[in-house]
């Protein structure tokens, strides 16, 4: 299993750099989009649809995010659609997360894809939209998904229920604890301010997300990065809700010893929308 993790991720990364750091944005705009599809199959699939259905699904996804594309939604200012993207999650969540497992199979199946089809969308516009600012931008929104996973993964098996009593959302995620949440929050502030700082010393010509934070204030780049951190959370949380629901281990094989798509993209579904969100308002 471990050597298969690690052929998979290899070969990820051997097609996701270059795309990324590629002369123009469209080879990872184009990369995303299909990943983008594969999720939207994988959502189809979660949600009790049979292969027609979902490859119907990851089209209709397709057509919007190509929709979109073609009325020049990239270039836009966009900030409304932002705002209503990060309510929808901010609230969305809150909902979900008090219905528990339970909860989720009593929306009908309808509004259950249109939503999931909906915010793949939006996160594909936002991936674009990020790309066109610059890699230094789009990178630093990745990093702040990966360094709360990663954080929280560590802090959770060192101090795991040391603090506190009970378990973050057992019901839905029981590995999760408190301690696991406060530690990848205090990576991302870390990651945070540093990355702002790093900005700062080096003059960099593509400001990255906690520089555009920086010129509302550094405590609006303190709470927006716990913020964020949250919501990563959060992000991963829904999915494994849903999972749970479905009663499936992972969303799909299509990435082996990783799961499906879903499961490596969870954390940014809510994060970079709101990322988009936060940097319109500042400006």
């Not at 060192?158 to 603090?163: A, N, R, S, V």
Request: glycine share 10%; net charge positive.
């Amino acid at each position: 299993m471990l050597k298969q993790r690690v052929i998979t991720a290899v070969v990820l990364l051997a097609i996701l750099l270059p795309a990324l750091f590629a002369s123009t944005p469209l080879p990872f705009t184009l990369l995303v989009l299909a990943m983008v599809a594969a999720a939207a199959w994988e959502w189809g699939r979660l949600n009790g649809l049979g292969q027609a259905g979902s490859v119907l699904t990851a089209v209709l996804c397709l057509a919007l995010c190509g929709l979109a594309w073609q009325q020049g939604w990239l270039a836009r200012n966009l900030q409304v659609l932002w705002i209503v993207a990060g309510a929808a999650w901010v609230l969305g969540s809150v909902a979900l997360i008090r219905a528990g497992v339970p909860g989720w199979s009593t929306i009908p199946r309808s509004i259950r894809l249109v939503g999931g089809v909906l915010a793949l969308w939006a996160t594909w516009l936002a991936v674009a939209q990020a790309r066109a600012m610059g890699v230094n931008f789009l990178l630093s929104i990745m990093v702040l998904v990966w360094v709360a996973d990663i954080f929280a993964y560590f802090a959770g098996r060192t101090f795991g229920l040391k603090f506190t009593k009970n378990k973050l959302a057992p019901a839905i995620s029981p590995g999760k604890s408190w301690e696991g949440v406060w530690g990848g929050a205090t990576g991302v502030l870390v990651l945070a301010v540093g990355w702002a700082l790093l900005d700062r010393h080096y003059g960099a010509t593509v400001p990255s997300f906690y520089s555009h934070l920086v010129q509302a204030g550094w405590p609006l780049l303190v709470v927006a990065a716990l913020f964020m951190a949250a919501m990563s959370v959060v992000g991963d949380l829904i999915e494994s809700l849903i999972k749970r629901s479905a009663g499936v281990k992972d969303s799909s094989n299509l990435l082996p010893g990783h799961g499906g798509v879903l499961d490596r993209i969870d954390a940014l579904l809510p994060t970079l929308p709101l990322a988009m969100m936060l940097t319109t308002l500042v400006h």
